[in-house]
Nanobody
Framework: QVQLVESGGGSVQAGGSLRLSCAAS????????MAWFRQAPGAEREGVARISRGGTIIYTVDSVKDRFTISRDNAKNTVALQMNSLKPEDSAMYYCAATKAWVPCDTWGKFSSWGQGTQVTVSS
């Protein structure tokens, strides 16, 4: 099973940017769907963006569309989330997640490997 480690979180003011990175080890992510989720205190975890094996299919939730961009580098076994125009409501713990190999990248419910998370705090 792949191990995932997130980095890049921090505290920024509204309107600022952060770039989250997820480094995978233990197995290649070349054949897996990858995603970023987030969970704010007292809220359920929600999917933010997911990207297919080859990077050709990307889904981003409406609340972050045009502000967040997910990308992947299979050669480096990494996934990134570029977050621009951050808002206070984007504050949350952000998690990187992976499906098992060859699982379709069509829903939020198929992710089986999770990182520990990286905290993002946006102040107004």
């Amino acid at each position: 099973q792949v191990q995932l480690v997130e980095s890049g979180g921090g505290s920024v003011q509204a309107g600022g940017s952060l770039r989250l990175s997820c480094a995978a080890s233990g197995d290649t992510i070349s054949y897996t769907c990858m995603a970023w989720f987030r969970q704010a205190p007292g809220a359920e975890r929600e999917g933010v963006a997911r990207i297919s094996r080859g990077g050709t299919i990307i889904y981003t939730v409406d609340s972050v569309k045009d502000r967040f961009t997910i990308s992947r580098d299979n050669a480096k076994n990494t996934v990134a989330l570029q977050m621009n125009s951050l808002k206070p409501e984007d504050s949350a713990m952000y998690y990187c997640a992976a499906t098992k190999a060859w699982v379709p990248c069509d829903t939020w419910g198929k992710f089986s490997s999770w990182g520990q998370g990286t905290q993002v705090t946006v102040s107004s």
